[in-house]
C-alpha cells in the first residue's frame, strides 16, 4: 500500500506543479499548450545546470529564469503579437523538445542522456518507504494551497479569474487583462520548472530527450478536468497519476493477458471522457467561433 | 496589409522570423549558422536528388495538410492529424498484410480504402463528440493522437509484428513487391498523380462547392451560418471526416509507397508540420501545395544535417516550432507597425 502511494506521488507530484500553473494560465483567459515545453526546459535545465555548475541551488535557478523567458516570449507573441494561444503553444512545445535536444547534443555530444551526480534532497531513511520522495513532494501540498488561496481568497486572484472571464469587465474598473496574463504565465513558468526538476531530479536523476513524454498534455487536460480550480485540477492530475499507476500494477497482475501499451493509453482515453462528461455537466465548451479569428486578419 | 498579397507577405515575414531565431539559436549552440542554412539548401533544393527528396517528404505532408485545411476552414480545430495519420496506415498496412496473395487490382484499392476509412473513423469519435456535446476538440483530437501512437506501437510489437524483425524498432512484414507503389524512399508517378488529382479534388470542393463556401463561413461566423439555414453540426462533421480521411490517405501512401511497411514511432512530427503547413499557406489549397513542398524540403534536410554536415537534426524541429510560434501572429507591435505605416487593429 504504501508502495503504491510513494509510486502515485511520484508520478503525480510533477504533474501537480505542471496543472497548477496551467490553472493559472486558463484563469487569466490562456488555453497554455506550451506547459510540456516548458516543462522538458526545467527538466533539463535542473539537470544540466547542476552537472556543469555542481550546485543544484544554481540549476534550479537557471530552468527558473528559463521557463520565465519563455513564458514572456509566450505572453509577447499571444499579447503583443495576438497569435492564436494553442498553435503559439505548441510552438513553444517543439522549441522546448527541439532546444533541449539541441543544447544536450552541443554540450555532450551525440549523447542520449545526461545523469546528475546528486538529485534532489530526499527525506531520508527514518520515513521508511516514504523516504524516497524528494522535498518538492513534500512542499507540493503547501504550493496547492497556496495557490488556491491565491486564485480564490485574494483581490489578485479575483482580478486574474475575471480577466479570463470577462476582460472587458476587468479592463473597465482599470485591471489590463494583457498585464494580469503576462503575471499569471511567467509564475506559471516558475511552477513549470519546478515540476520539471521534480520530473528528472526527483527519483531519477537523469535527463533524456522527450522524457516528458506527453505530461505537460497531460497536465493542460488536469486543468479543463478540474474547471481550472486549483483544487479540482490538482484532483484531476491525481486520478491521471492514479490510473497510470493502476495500469503497471495491472500488467503486474494479468502479465501477457493485457497489452501493456494500451494500459499506457489508459490516461488518455480517461481524460477524453473526463473532458466529455464535464463538458456535459456545464454545458458545451469554448464556442465555434474561436479559430474563425484566426482567419480574419 | 489585408489583401492576399499582404497575407503572404506576412506569412514569409514570420518564416523567416523562425528561421532567424533558429539561426540564433545555433550559434548559441556553438554551431554554425551559415553552415546550417547552406546545408539545409543543399539538402532541400539545390540538386536533383535532393528535389526528389523534397517531394517524397512533402507530397504526404500535402494530403494531411489538405486534410487540416478542410477542417480548420470549417471553424474545427482538429490537431488530431498525427493520430489520423497513424490509423490510416495501421488500418491500410490490415489490409495489405491480411489479403497477402490476392491480385493487386484488388488488394491495392481496398488498401486505400481502408486507410481513408481508418482515418476517417479515428476522426469521426472527436467531431461525434464536439457537435452533439460540446466536448473540445483540442483536446480529445490532442489525447487522440497519443492513444493511436501507442495503439501503433502494440500493432506493430502484436498483431502485426514482423517476427524476421531484429528487435531495434518494432514494425510490420514489409509490404509485397506487387502491392507497392512507389520504390523504397522515393517518389512515384502515382504517389504524384493522386496527389494531384486529391489537390484539385480538393480545389474545387473549397473555392467551388456548396460545401466550400459554407464551411468556410461557419469558419468565420457560424451564427450567420445557422441562421441561414445550413446544419452547422453536418457541415462540421463532413470536415472532420475529410481532414481525418486525407490524413489516413497519407498514411496509406506511407505504408504502400516511401516507407514500405508499418513502423512504431514513424514520423512522430507528421501531423505537427501539416497543420504548420496549412497555417502558413493561409488555409488556401493552392498555397497548400507549394508551401508543403518546403516543409518538405525542411524534412529532407533534417535527414542530411547530421549525415553529411555534422550538424543536429534537432535544427528543422527548431525551425518548425519557431515558425509555429509566430505564424498566427496578427499585429506587428506598435513601433514597427509605425515603421511600415500600417494602422494597429482594434485592440
Partial sequence: MDDALVAILRSGTPLVYVTLAGVLAQRAGIWHLGLEGLMIIGACSAVVGTVQTGSLAVGLLIGIVLCVLASALLWFVIEILRANPIIAGLGLTGLGLGGTDLAVQAIYGSQASVTAPFGLPRLGPEFGAFGVLSVLVVLMPFVVFGVWVLVRRTRWGLQLTACGEHPFAARSVGVSPSRMRLYALCLGGVLCALGGAELSMGSLQIFAYGMTAGRGFMAFAAVIFGAANPLGATAAAFFFAIVQALGIRAQLLFGDKVPHDLLLALPYIATVIGIWISGRLRGGARAATAFGELRDY | ?347
Avoid at chain 2, 517524397?56 to 480548420?72: D, E, M
Avoid at chain 2, 507528421?270 to 518546403?294: D, E, M, P, Y
Fill in chain 2, 1 to 347: 496589409m489585408n489583401g492576399p498579397l499582404g497575407q503572404v507577405f506576412r506569412a514569409l515575414v514570420y518564416v523567416l522570423i523562425g528561421l532567424a531565431l533558429c539561426g540564433i539559436i545555433f550559434e548559441l549552440a556553438g554551431y554554425s549558422a551559415p553552415l546550417m542554412f547552406q546545408s539545409i539548401a543543399e539538402g532541400a533544393f539545390l540538386s536533383v536528388r535532393a528535389w526528389q527528396n523534397s517531394l517524397r517528404w512533402g507530397l504526404p505532408l500535402f494530403l494531411t495538410a489538405l486534410g487540416v485545411v478542410i477542417s480548420f476552414r470549417c471553424g474545427f480545430f482538429n490537431i488530431g492529424a498525427q493520430g489520423q495519420f497513424y490509423m490510416g496506415a495501421i488500418a491500410a498496412t490490415f489490409v495489405v498484410d491480411g489479403l497477402s496473395g490476392a491480385p493487386a487490382f484488388v488488394v491495392i484499392p481496398l488498401t486505400f480504402l481502408a486507410g481513408l476509412a481508418g482515418g476517417g473513423l479515428w476522426a469521426l469519435w472527436p467531431g461525434l463528440l464536439r457537435v452533439k456535446s460540446g466536448t473540445d476538440e483540442v483536446i480529445t483530437t490532442l489525447m487522440g493522437n497519443f492513444i493511436a501512437t501507442l495503439f501503433l506501437v502494440y500493432v506493430t510489437s502484436g498483431p502485426l509484428k514482423d517476427p524476421s524483425g531484429t528487435g531495434q524498432a518494432a514494425s510490420s512484414r514489409p509490404v509485397a513487391e506487387m502491392y507497392r507503389i512507389g520504390a523504397a524512399n522515393a517518389v512515384s508517378p502515382a504517389i504524384i498523380a493522386i496527389c494531384v488529382l486529391v489537390g484539385i479534388g480538393a480545389w474545387v470542393l473549397v473555392n467551388r462547392t456548396a460545401f466550400g463556401v459554407l464551411s468556410s463561413l461557419a469558419g468565420r461566423n457560424p451564427i450567420m451560418v445557422v441562421w441561414q439555414g445550413a446544419k452547422l453540426s453536418r457541415l462540421g462533421l463532413a470536415g472532420f471526416v475529410l481532414g481525418g480521411a486525407l490524413a489516413g490517405l497519407a498514411g496509406t501512401i506511407e505504408v504502400l509507397g516511401p516507407i514500405g511497411r508499418l513502423s512504431s514511432g514513424m514520423l512522430p512530427t507528421h501531423g505537427f508540420t501539416a497543420i504548420l503547413i496549412a497555417l502558413v499557406a493561409n488555409l488556401s489549397v493552392l498555397a497548400t501545395a507549394f508551401v508543403a513542398i518546403f516543409f518538405g524540403g525542411l524534412a529532407a534536410a533534417g535527414l542530411y544535417l547530421p549525415v553529411l554536415a555534422g550538424l543536429p537534426a534537432a535544427a528543422i524541429d527548431i525551425i518548425n516550432a519557431a515558425i509555429a510560434l509566430f505564424i498566427t501572429a496578427r499585429a506587428w507591435p506598435k513601433r514597427l507597425a509605425g515603421f511600415f505605416g500600417q494602422r494597429r487593429s482594434a485592440p
